[in-house]
């Protein structure tokens, strides 16, 4: 109703101004409005029309950002699809077979210091070279090679999903951590330098979309610079050497190195659950060659992220070992 007045109000008052001689043009108003006229706005235009923007030829003058859309999964080569702006134009990033060995990394919060910690989700890139290829709005390929892959994400949301669909498990929970260590790479070998096997990192907690096991991956940069992954069923269910004052835990190894090994599930050997199953029958397990390490040591950058990671392990290791219902079955 406001709107229709303010549309009637404006259009009378431009069929009076239109109507009025010059002189009463000319003249001014006998009142001063109450209040001075203050500037337009800033436009709300919404969410950007991309998910994600990536760079081709970085640092040169052939230099091109793309603007991506939707993407899709393909097999057959196993790669991911992205729509661009255009009818023609499309990106395809080609991945490893198995999804297991995509490893999507993310940045530790002290690189932005001064924006929220999910907002380095938005900042994606992967460790090894993959193969690009972007086909122009022309129809012309531009781009076939082995880079290093950045996306800069438009939401945390939109890189939780793509992270997720890569690796074909749910992205859970993510922790910014100071220091890994294991008995193997100790904490400060050295003149007392803090370094393990990672620094300044984000541990991340996955659970399989298959066997809905969890397990957990970490850049081990001061290492093989390679990402690590471990399986919770590795590990003991009850942490030790807890300091929240520190901020400090450790994961220790079930099978320690030179034990008798002992049969046990994997989230990542294991892809699929047993499609039938007895309430008295005994758990189906796998065999999974043990670490060479008999610990994992971790002191986290927060107190947030310490308390959040004791409570997804509790959690996540209850889910991971509660029992089947009576005759359970699977579809496959």
Same mark, same amino acid.
């Given at each position: 109703?406001?709107?229709?007045?303010?549309?009637?109000?404006?259009?009378?008052?431009?069929?009076?101004?239109? *109507?009025?001689?010059?002189? !009463?043009?000319?003249?001014?108003?006998?009142?001063?409005?109450? !209040?001075? #006229?203050?500037?337009?706005?800033?436009?709300?235009?919404?969410?950007?029309?991309?998910?994600?923007?990536?760079?081709?030829?970085?640092?040169? $003058?052939?230099?091109?950002?793309?603007?991506?859309?939707?993407?899709?999964?393909? &097999?057959?080569?196993?790669?991911?699809? @992205?729509?661009?702006?255009?009818?023609?134009?499309? $990106?395809?990033?080609?991945? #490893?077979?198995?999804?297991?060995?995509?490893?999507?990394?993310? $940045?530790? &919060?002290?690189?932005?210091?001064?924006?929220? /910690?999910?907002?380095?989700?938005?900042?994606?890139?992967?460790?090894?070279?993959?193969?690009?290829?972007?086909?122009?709005?022309?129809?012309?390929?531009?781009?076939?090679?082995?880079?290093?892959?950045?996306? +800069?994400?438009?939401?945390?949301?939109?890189?939780?999903?793509?992270? &997720?669909?890569?690796?074909?498990? !749910?992205?859970?929970?993510?922790?910014?951590?100071?220091?890994?260590?294991? +008995?193997?790479?100790?904490?400060?070998?050295?003149?007392?330098?803090?370094?393990?096997?990672?620094?300044?990192?984000?541990?991340?907690?996955?659970?399989?979309?298959?066997?809905?096991?969890?397990?957990?991956?970490?850049?081990?940069?001061?290492?093989?610079?390679?990402?690590?992954?471990?399986?919770?069923?590795?590990?003991?269910?009850?942490?030790?050497?807890?300091?929240?004052?520190?901020? !400090?835990?450790?994961?220790?190894?079930? *099978?320690?190195?030179?034990?008798?090994?002992?049969?046990?599930?994997?989230?990542?050997?294991?892809? @699929?659950?047993?499609?039938?199953?007895?309430?008295? /029958?005994?758990?189906?397990?796998?065999?999974?060659?043990?670490?060479?390490?008999?610990?994992?040591?971790?002191?986290?950058?927060?107190?947030?992220?310490?308390?959040?990671?004791?409570?997804?392990?509790?959690?996540?290791?209850?889910?991971?070992?509660?029992?089947?219902?009576? *005759?359970?079955?699977?579809?496959?």
């Amino acid at each position: 109703m406001d709107a229709a007045l303010s549309c009637g109000s404006s259009s009378v008052a431009s069929s009076l101004a239109l *109507n009025a001689s010059p002189a !009463e043009s000319a003249s001014t108003p006998a009142t001063a409005p109450s !209040e001075p #006229p203050t500037g337009l706005g800033q436009l709300d235009l919404g969410p950007p029309g991309y998910l994600a923007t990536l760079t081709l030829y970085p640092g040169t $003058l052939l230099e091109k950002t793309v603007h991506l859309g939707p993407w899709s999964l393909a &097999s057959r080569p196993r790669r991911v699809e @992205w729509q661009g702006s255009y009818a023609k134009e499309k $990106l395809e990033h080609y991945l #490893p077979q198995l999804p297991a060995d995509t490893h999507p990394s993310t $940045l530790h &919060s002290s690189h932005r210091p001064y924006h929220p /910690a999910l907002d380095m989700e938005c900042l994606l890139s992967f460790a090894l070279p993959q193969r690009l290829r972007y086909t122009s709005e022309t129809g012309s390929c531009i781009h076939d090679s082995h880079v290093c892959v950045r996306y +800069d994400f438009s939401s945390p949301a939109a890189s939780l999903r793509f992270q &997720s669909d890569v690796r074909a498990k !749910e992205l859970v929970a993510y922790y910014d951590i100071n220091v890994a260590w294991s +008995d193997l790479h100790r904490r400060t070998p050295g003149f007392g330098n803090v370094k393990g096997f990672a620094t300044i990192q984000r541990l991340k907690l996955w659970r399989d979309f298959a066997s809905t096991r969890h397990s957990l991956t970490l850049l081990a940069n001061q290492a093989e610079r390679t990402h690590r992954e471990y399986s919770l069923d590795l590990f003991e269910p009850d942490l030790q050497n807890v300091d929240p004052r520190a901020l !400090e835990l450790r994961l220790h190894v079930r *099978n320690r190195p030179g034990s008798a090994p002992c049969p046990r599930r994997s989230s990542i050997a294991l892809p @699929w659950r047993p499609r039938t199953r007895s309430a008295d /029958a005994a758990p189906s397990h796998l065999d999974t060659p043990p670490l060479d390490i008999g610990l994992v040591g971790i002191q986290f950058s927060s107190h947030p992220d310490f308390d959040r990671f004791v409570h997804d392990w509790r959690r996540a290791h209850s889910l991971d070992n509660a029992p089947y219902p009576p *005759n359970h079955a699977e579809l496959p």
